[in-house]
C-alpha cells in the first residue's frame, strides 16, 4: 500500500516562508522522482517542483525558480520543499507525488504521476 503524507502547510504573510515534507511509505524511492504540484481555487493543477530519485537532479516551475527549493532524505524517506518569499499567488493546496525515474523529464506534469499525497492547505496574505 504507497502512501504519501503532507504537512507542513499553514497560514503566513507575504514574504515569510513555510516548509513542506512529504513522507512516503510503501514505495521503493530510488525508483520514484518526487514531485510537488499545487492547485489554487478554479484554477488547474500545475507543478512546482521535482526532484530525481537520489536527489540528484531538479526541476522547477518558472513560478517557483529562485524562491522554492526541493530536497529529499530517502533514509528518511521524505521529500521537502522550502518556500520562501512567499506571494498571495503562492495560495493553493500543496500535493506531493510519485513520477516514476523514467519519466522525470516530464515530472511536472499530473498525467505523469503514479501516487498522490491528500494535499496541504497553504495561505499567504498579504
Known amino acids: 500500500h504507497s502512501q504519501l503524507v503532507e504537512s507542513g502547510g499553514g497560514l503566513v504573510q507575504a514574504g515569510g516562508s513555510l516548509k513542506l515534507s512529504c513522507t512516503t511509505s510503501?514505495?521503493?524511492?530510488?525508483?520514484?522522482?518526487i514531485a510537488w504540484f499545487r492547485q489554487a481555487p478554479g484554477k488547474e493543477r500545475e507543478g512546482v517542483s521535482c526532484i530525481s530519485g537520489r536527489g540528484e537532479t531538479t526541476n522547477y516551475a518558472d513560478s517557483a525558480k529562485g524562491r522554492f527549493t526541493i530536497s529529499r532524505d530517502n533514509t528518511k524517506r521524505t521529500a521537502y520543499l522550502q518556500m520562501d518569499s512567499l506571494e498571495p499567488d503562492d495560495t493553493a493546496i500543496y500535493y506531493c507525488?510519485?513520477?516514476?525515474?523514467?519519466?522525470?523529464?516530464?515530472?511536472?506534469?499530473?498525467?505523469?504521476?503514479?501516487?498522490w499525497g491528500q494535499g496541504t492547505q497553504v495561505t499567504v496574505s498579504s
Open positions: 507525488a510519485a513520477v516514476p525515474q523514467l519519466l522525470f523529464s516530464t515530472c511536472l506534469l499530473s498525467s505523469q504521476v503514479s501516487y
Open positions: 510503501g514505495i521503493t524511492l530510488p525508483y520514484y522522482a
